[in-house]
């Protein structure tokens, strides 16, 4: 039992410094690619309107703000200034998703984003979006980038497209530092070890991100509490959450097997899915031990069972809002697919990890 634990190691390791290695050497370079078009577009809009200032810097080799969905696919958050005059309201109304609501007592012309204010007293985030979205519309046709650079069409979101290879979203948002969302206040579950309470200090200090995109969990609910919503975000709660252990290392072989192998007909899963099932995972696995490098193999299979009967049971629950299926609106067919590919690549690795030299 040991001897084929060791060996499913061994060549989980060789898999992740031959494969994982040079996939994150790549999506690098696309980074800096990526980043530099961005970058140009945003000078341009700050140029034309000084509210919407660039927050795309770069910090010990990573850039702040981008995620990455795919090899060629990101998603760069835009941080606005001065949210001051508002209060947070996640009521649970919507889910995954909250509103902000001028303080009592505020005036309107307090805010920076006066214009933007529902006669509720809401800071809409769709008006928002759609003022950002005429902006760089108008930048893609300044910028120096303008021959290799143009605006995906037909979405609300503001979407470029780089070199007909690679398609970045550009999300206006506010950081919401200090404060936690009444929505995952449930968080940590009282009866589980992990993560400690010092961990849990500092992903709470994180905080989370409001971010003005189409929420998934609301489509067809058309309210005006829809086009007004903020969509809850946790980046950086859920990268302080990995640290540790063989986590990261986890996380990297499951993107690299998704992109490899279960990139999809209708997209029913991508990094995002791989990660939760981590957090997941190390719930199930409190201790740190849990997570040594001999203990790799084991974390691997453990998230690509429970992935499978994610798929199964068409639902996927998000780590801090379990709320809101992941799930919501993929094709039931592209899902039942997704599973039986995953299953296939399971089966694979834990019968014959060898195989991993030609998956």
């Known amino acids: 039992m040991i001897a084929a634990q060791a060996k499913l190691v061994y060549h989980l390791n060789k898999y992740y410094n031959e494969k994982c290695q040079s996939r994150k050497a790549a999506i690098s370079k696309t980074i800096r690619e990526v980043c530099k078009v961005v970058s140009d577009v945003l000078k341009e809009v700050e140029v034309q309107e000084p509210r919407f200032i660039s927050s795309l810097n770069e910090m010990d080799n990573r850039f702040e703000g981008l995620e990455v969905i795919s ?3 990101f998603e760069v958050v835009l941080y606005l200034n001065q949210m001051g005059v508002f209060n947070f309201v996640d009521d649970g109304s919507l889910p995954g998703c909250a509103v902000l609501k001028l303080s009592d007592g505020r005036k309107r012309s307090m805010s920076l984003w006066v214009e933007f204010i529902t006669a509720s007293g809401y800071l809409s985030a769709r008006k928002i979006r759609s003022r950002f979205q005429t902006l760089v519309a108008q930048a893609v046709d300044k910028c120096s980038y303008r021959d290799v650079v143009k605006m995906v069409a037909d979405t609300s979101e503001v979407k470029l497209r780089i070199r007909d290879r690679y398609v970045v979203q550009i999300t206006p948002a506010f950081k919401c530092t200090g404060i936690w969302p009444r929505s995952a206040a449930h968080w940590p579950l009282p009866h589980i070890p992990w993560p400690g309470p010092n961990r849990v200090a500092e992903v709470k200090a994180e905080g989370f991100n409001l ?7 609301l489509n067809g609910k058309q309210s005006s509490a829809e086009s007004d919503a903020w969509v809850l975000q946790f980046a950086e709660a859920e990268n302080r959450l990995l640290l540790g252990g063989c986590r990261k290392k986890c996380l990297s072989l499951l993107k690299t097997l998704r992109d490899r192998h279960l990139e999809l ?5 991508n990094n995002y899915h791989m990660k939760t099932l981590v957090s997941y995972e190390c719930e199930k696995h409190p201790r740190e031990s849990d997570w040594d490098e001999n203990c790799l193999g084991d974390r691997l299979n453990g998230i690509l069972l429970q992935l499978i009967s994610c798929l199964q049971c068409r639902r996927c629950p998000h780590y801090f809002l379990p709320n809101l299926d992941l799930f919501q609106g993929k094709p039931h ?8 590919q995953t299953w296939r690549l399971a089966r694979e690795i834990l019968t014959n990890p060898k195989s991993l030299e030609k998956l």
Request: aromatic residues 4%.
């Open 71 to 73: 090899p060629t696919e």
């Open 211 to 217: 971010l003005s995109k189409e929420c998934y969990s």
């Open 265 to 269: 007909p209708g997209q029913p899963l």
């Open 333 to 340: 067919s592209g899902l039942e697919n997704a599973a039986k």
